[in-house]
């Protein structure tokens, strides 16, 4: 099993769509939990962290399920400039710092 | 905002030779990473170091790698003897406490 698991898409939507990306990761023992953003050849940038409770930053929302392994991303309102693929990252056991991948959910968003 | 930065944007390299990427971190930060993308696939995990030591490598940093921190604000990785498999984005990361971690904007280094 992948340690984080993503379905790559690409997930194509109209603007001012609402899309939703979920992840699951493999190792109970991870503590933090974010979604980065990674546009064509470019470094990921943090998006946002993950909380148990939930937490939104605008017109972002995203949840962590421990219970479950499961991570989601909810992107309300699509805009143009968010076409972008969506990274679910998580830190591995230990306190090293080591983040984790998935591979990845393309995101376009059209006109 | 402060940044990390990475020196060069683009390295070409024949196999067998030696390179040197460098990064200067954001300067209050303590804890520092080198990850790697090849082409099409996920970002990889190399190597953190907190404390002028590693705290943690990857598989993939075999003896070829190193890091080194060698004055108050570079932070470098070094591979000695290049391989075509090396081709790949290197990502440099750093942070106040382990998280979260900004990224520099990444070294292509492309093996010949």
């Known amino acids: 099993r992948k340690e984080v698991e993503q379905d790559p898409g690409p997930f194509n939507v109209p603007e001012g769509a609402t899309v939703a990306f979920n992840c699951t990761y493999s190792n109970s023992a991870s503590q933090s939990f974010f979604w980065y953003r990674q546009d064509c050849r470019k470094e990921p940038k943090l998006l946002m962290s993950v909380y148990s409770s939930g937490n939104e930053d605008g017109r972002f929302t995203a949840q962590l399920n421990r219970a479950s392994q499961y991570i989601s991303l909810l992107i309300r309102d699509s805009k143009l400039s968010d076409s972008a693929t969506y990274l679910c990252v998580v830190t591995a056991s230990g306190n090293t710092g080591k983040l984790i991948f998935g591979q990845g959910t393309t995101l376009q968003v059209k006109p | 905002e402060p940044e990390v930065t990475q020196t060069p944007s683009h390295q070409v390299t024949q196999m067998g030779q030696e390179v040197i990427l460098r990064c200067v971190p954001i300067?209050?930060?303590?804890?520092f990473y080198w990850y790697r993308q090849i082409l099409g696939q996920k970002v990889e995990f190399l190597v953190s170091?907190?404390?002028?030591?590693?705290?943690?490598k990857s598989e993939i940093f075999d003896d070829q790698f190193s890091v080194e921190r060698p004055d108050g604000s570079n932070f470098t990785l070094k591979i000695r003897s290049t391989k075509l498999e090396d081709s790949a984005m290197y990502f440099c990361?750093?942070?106040?406490?382990?998280?979260?971690?900004?990224f520099g904007d990444g070294t292509r280094l492309s093996i010949l």
């Open positions: 990361a750093s942070s106040v406490g382990g998280q979260p971690q900004h």
């Open positions: 300067s209050n930060h303590l804890y």
């Open positions: 170091f907190y404390n002028n030591e590693i705290s943690e």
